[in-house]
């Protein structure tokens, strides 16, 4: 055989490509061919000698393979059976809520009390009524005499006849200067 | 629970990423490279899964995507050398041609000058450890070619690191 032959059957040999049969008449022609044996192991070598250097340089490759950037969702992070129990929780209390608000009975007692307005004409203490604690002493007469000639303090943001918004007005103004 | 094309994924992956980082390691020579050309060439991998037609395996269609991932890269490289060497016309390019008697670094030198044909064959062989038909089917070309390049291209390699041929 020309030597080019016996060079790739011994690389084919090396790669693992080679079946057994044929590897068999190989190593018996070899045996038979000092000369091919001797182009056959020089392949071999060149062969095993660049394999080791690529394994070499190539080493750091096979111990740094990390797992694949995608199909690693973090999983389990939803707890599907907790959420369809606060769900079923929700549903339940707006149906009861509801029905409650369209069935149920609303008496007094369950209404909205109004209130009242806390800012309506004030409870002024009527100079009578200071007469019963005051009257007959020295100073209590004179505060009862001045009293009865002044006249009560009276806000026009108290007046009813003006809109809410006047009276707003009204009344920032009116304490503005108080 | 991952669907069938995850697990195919992270299967694939799991067989692969080792040899697809070896293999793009003996293009680029450093391994921030390296890491970005695996990452591209699965990226297109996932991109074109289901252009996958079932014929030669799946580890042949992925070394192909590898392979032309690779050849743009070096394009962009040459690319990108062109423009340098404008400044620096009268120097040569890289240190490969720096002696080394270090006999692991002789052969890889040997190993990258080999011109690109040979070169291919080889790093799919040692560095992604393909078989004969799936470097074919990597490659598309026949297995004979296969043979005759890795045959050539370990000669040229015995040539350079300085074995005689008697």
């Avoid at chain 1, 190989?26 to 062969?47: R, V």
């Avoid at chain 1, 129990?85 to 209404?111: H, K, L, Q």
């Avoid at chain 2, 006999?103 to 560095?127: C, G, K, M, P």
């Amino acid at each position: 055989m020309k030597r080019e032959r016996i060079e790739r059957l011994a690389i084919d040999v090396a790669a693992g490509e080679l079946n057994e049969d044929a590897e068999a008449l190989l190593n018996a022609y070899l045996a038979e061919h000092p000369k091919a044996k001797q182009w056959a192991e020089q392949m071999l070598t060149t062969y095993e000698k660049t394999q080791e250097a690529i394994a070499e340089k190539t080493s750091w490759a096979n111990t740094t393979a990390g797992t694949p950037f995608v199909g690693k969702k973090p999983t389990g992070w939803v707890k599907w059976r907790s959420v369809g129990r606060w769900a079923a929780v929700v549903t339940f209390s707006i149906i009861i809520g509801f029905a409650a608000g369209r069935w149920g009975t609303t008496d007094e007692a369950m209404g909205i009390a109004l209130m009242e307005p806390t800012r309506g004409p004030a409870p002024v203490k009527t100079v009578s009524d200071l007469k019963e604690k005051y009257a007959g002493t020295f100073w209590g007469d004179k505060m009862l005499a001045l009293l009865e000639h002044r006249p009560a303090q009276q806000y026009k943001a108290d007046l009813h006849s003006v809109s809410l918004w006047d009276r707003y007005r009204l009344y920032k103004k009116e304490k503005r200067y108080e | 629970m991952t669907s069938g094309f995850e697990a195919k994924f992270e299967e694939l992956w799991g067989h692969t990423s080792g040899r697809i980082s070896a293999y793009m390691f003996c293009a680029c020579g450093n391994r921030a490279d390296t890491d970005d050309l695996a990452q591209e060439c699965y990226l297109r991998a996932l991109r074109g899964w289901g252009q996958f037609d079932g014929r030669g395996s799946r580890q042949a269609w992925l070394f192909a995507i590898a392979r032309r991932t690779r050849a743009d890269w070096f394009r962009l490289k040459q690319r990108e050398r062109a423009v340098v060497d404008l400044d620096n016309v009268s120097e040569p390019c890289g240190g490969l041609k720096k002696p080394n008697t270090d006999r692991i670094e002789t052969v890889w030198q040997a190993v990258n000058n080999l011109d690109d044909e040979q070169s291919e064959v080889i790093h799919l062989r040692f560095a992604a450890g393909l078989s004969y038909i799936e470097i074919a089917g990597a490659l598309g070309i026949a297995v004979g070619t296969v043979r005759s390049r890795l045959h050539r291209a370990l000669k040229t390699i015995r040539r350079q690191i300085g074995e005689t041929e008697q």
